[in-house]
């Protein structure tokens, strides 16, 4: 934290390129196989579930919204080092 503003730079088409990344099927090709840790929406982190991006996403993510909080799953943030590749 610093009392002085400062100016983030980031490269021409970054997020271009970052779009393309995040596609599905691209997504699925470079990091269907990472863990995620999907959980129960709430102002408390509950039924944390560990898996494979790709069974979350094809799985989870093609399901109907249920008011049931147990049948519905969210990725909130992946930081772990598997993650690295969407934040270079």
Do not use: H
């Amino acid at each position: 934290r610093t009392s002085e503003p400062y100016i983030v730079a980031l490269p021409a088409g970054r997020n271009a390129a970052l779009k393309a990344r995040l596609e599905r099927e691209a997504l699925l090709d470079e990091m269907g196989s990472a863990t995620c840790t999907p959980s129960q929406a709430g102002s408390v982190r509950t039924g944390i579930e560990e898996m494979p991006l790709r069974d979350y996403i094809e799985d989870w993510m093609s399901r109907r919204l249920s008011r049931d909080p147990s049948e519905n799953r969210y990725v909130f943030g992946e930081f772990g080092e598997q993650w690295a590749p969407l934040r270079e």
